[in-house]
């Protein structure tokens, strides 16, 4: 180790908190882990193509997801059907797998306390890892959308979608379409995500904390379908989880997506603030 | 826990601000009912290699991780590098290097990156030097040919040196090793000890835990010792090995002239007198433990008279006379002498004594 001159007094700050940020991404984009969940979430649309694609001489109106029947005019719905069809169990099981081992898998590794005496401070530690948290939400629902849109172009017939409200996009406004009903999708699964990051800040055990997070989203999504606890559902994270539509009409209303957003900051503050009360005076003795 | 031997806490951290790179005062960590580290007082002096001893489970993984930041202390306070923690961590802790508890990486990751990866959370590290500092903390604990390994096919001692190459990323004034050679074969022990001198030599201070002494023998400057969560003794190793002192030794069949001597030129025999060889001779129990937790301390009480060849043991102060006088004395006064040795008090036997307990007693 060079000796240096400056020793004496504290080293001045040289970088700002980006490079922890970008580190994280790195990390988190190099375990195969994380490939294998954006893996699978790409093979929902990839088999609900296929299977349609293998059955549909026959038509297949009547029931089944939001889009499903029009995949066979249109391969570019395949995209929006796999997304619906992910939000209620693939999507809250993914981003349970990742929120839940941000800080519980840190220190079932041992890694947290290095990166604390490195030092990370404890906020900037959770503010980093709530923002990788949300980036995996984006990249989940994209990942849907890209590998959605690919298929479908691949298996049917590509057009000018018809939108809900009886209007019909081009292929062009249908892309901007398709990526934001992705970030509506993705945002509405931020307030899960900071459920997991409160949880994961109370144990060792990734496992755990995943595991507890994944449990949540379906117990709000089960409250969410009783009628007797209907004062509740507003309040519930998963209250506008199906409420795309409004995207898919013209003109477009972005009335839901700015409720969603509204609610869904309101868990990342107060879940953000439990975690925060929880971890930034916590014993780490792992 | 017996009473602290004589120079506990007669080494009170009394040094002037600026002289000491850790010191604490009062230092308490309480889980629950158990408390697990009471009352330490810990005075470590800049440019010191400070061996911090202990049986496992007495307290010193928990002290470190106090010191760092990492747990909060029940009572008392810390001041490193010349500032409190943990308030001033995020000053502190950019010129502390530390190994806690064992190494600790991203098995998917490689050596190199791993280290990179802990040198972007140091917001004071300069990203424009990363790769470079990174590389020579590699070089410097022989890992260069491994850096691009993923860690979880690192063996444990692979594992022990890259945990210490983290320590060493940027310019550090304090090192914080807990158990460094852990895990190390003798070759890589020796290398540990090396570099460790050689960033005292640099001018960093080196706080090295361990739970075994002979290490902290050969490369320590000061130590301070742990028993069940609280300090026993602290000071200079020469300190330590001085109030061990010298021993001497009397092989004789006439035990009670021979205490009788060595009390009359200022020496306090042991209580305890052993049996030469395999010659078994019952002993009350409390002597014996009395004698096993202060060797120098006992009484020079005559124990019960056996007529066979006993071993008389004494502490030789420095205030003593000289063991040819001794010898001399005994023959005199017609003590039947059949071997008469000085032996110097290994730092083990202070060791066990101040702790009262083997090594690697879990508690």
């Known amino acids: 180790m060079p000796s240096d001159p400056s020793r004496a007094s504290a080293p001045a700050i040289r970088t700002s908190g980006l490079g922890l940020f970008a580190s994280e991404v790195r990390v988190l984009f190099a375990r195969r882990r994380t490939w294998a969940l954006l893996a699978a979430l790409a093979a929902v649309p990839v088999l609900i193509a296929i299977a349609i694609r293998l059955s549909s001489d026959g038509d297949a109106r009547g029931g089944g997801p939001p889009f499903l029947g029009s995949i066979t005019q249109n391969g570019l719905f395949v995209a929006l059907t796999g997304l619906a069809v992910s939000i209620p169990l693939f999507l809250p099981l993914t981003i349970g797998v990742v929120a839940g081992d941000t800080i519980a898998g840190e220190a079932n590794l041992g890694t947290l306390r290095y990166l604390l005496v490195a030092p990370v401070a404890r906020v900037r530690l959770l503010i980093v890892k709530f923002a990788v948290a949300a980036l995996f939400c984006f990249a989940a629902t994209l990942t849907i959308v890209l590998a959605g849109t690919a298929i479908g172009a691949a298996l049917f017939p590509v057009g000018p979608v018809p939108l809900l409200s009886g209007d019909t996009i081009g292929v062009g406004e249908y892309a901007l379409r398709a990526l934001l009903l992705a970030a509506y999708v993705a945002v509405s699964l931020l307030g899960l995500s900071a459920v997991g990051l409160f949880i994961s800040t109370l144990t060792t055990v990734p496992v755990g904390a995943m595991a507890a997070t994944i449990v949540l989203a379906a117990v709000s999504q089960i409250l969410g379908a009783l009628p007797q606890l209907e004062w509740l559902h507003p309040w519930l994270f998963s209250h506008h989880w199906f409420g795309f539509a409004d995207l898919m009409r013209q003109p477009i209303s972005f009335g839901t997506f700015g409720d969603n957003a509204l609610l869904q900051l309101g868990y990342i503050a107060v879940f953000g603030a439990l975690a925060y009360g929880r971890f930034a005076t916590k014993d780490i003795l792992s | 826990m017996p009473a602290p031997a004589a120079s506990a806490h007669a080494d009170e951290p009394k040094a002037a601000a600026g002289t000491l790179a850790i010191e604490t005062r009062g230092l308490t960590k309480s889980f629950g009912h158990a408390t697990v580290v009471r009352d330490l007082s810990l005075a470590v002096p800049r440019g010191s290699v400070f061996g911090f001893l202990g049986p496992n489970g007495s307290g010193k993984t928990t002290t470190i991780r106090m010191l760092l930041g990492l747990a909060s202390p029940s009572g008392g306070d810390i001041r490193m590098l010349d500032a409190p923690m943990p308030d001033a961590g995020r000053s502190v802790l950019p010129r502390v290097g530390a190994l806690v508890e064992g190494p600790a ?25 990363r790769s470079r500092r990174v590389d020579a903390a590699l070089d410097r604990v022989g890992l260069t040919a491994a850096a691009g390994k993923k860690a979880h096919a690192y063996s444990l001692g692979m594992k022990q040196r890259l945990g210490i190459a983290n320590a060493l990323l940027t310019p550090r004034d304090l090192l914080i090793l807990d158990e460094p050679s852990n895990g190390l074969d003798p070759q890589g022990t020796r290398e540990v000890r090396g570099l460790i001198r050689s960033f005292a030599d640099e001018g960093t201070t080196v706080f090295v835990s361990s739970h075994l002494l002979a290490e902290v023998e050969q490369m320590c400057t000061h130590i301070a010792v742990m028993s069940a969560g609280n300090l026993v003794t602290q000071g200079t190793l020469d300190e330590l090995r001085a109030s061990g002192s010298m021993r ?34 019952a002993r009350p129990a409390a002597a014996s433990a009395t004698a096993v937790a202060y060797p120098g301390a006992a009484s020079a009480a005559v124990a019960s008279a056996s007529h066979r060849d006993t071993v008389v043991t004494a502490d030789l102060p420095a205030t003593a006379p000289p063991p040819e006088d001794i010898s001399r004395a005994l023959v005199t006064a017609g003590v039947r002498v059949r071997g008469f040795s000085v032996d110097g008090a290994s730092l083990e036997e202070r060791f066990v004594a101040l702790t009262g307990e083997g090594f690697d007693v879990a508690q």
């Not at chain 2, 990156?113 to 140091?122: H, I, K």
């Not at chain 2, 009397?250 to 009788?260: L, Q």
């Not at chain 2, 306090?268 to 001779?281: I, L």
């Open chain 2, 248 to 281: 001497v030794r009397v092989h004789t069949p006439d035990p009670g002239e021979a205490r009788a001597v060595l009390s009359r030129l200022g020496l306090s025999p042991d209580a305890d007198e052993r049996p030469d060889a395999a010659v078994a001779v």
């Open chain 2, 105 to 129: 990486f991203y098995p998917f990751l490689s050596g190199r990156a791993n280290l990179l990866r802990f040198d972007s959370g140091d917001r004071h590290a300069d990203p424009a030097t």
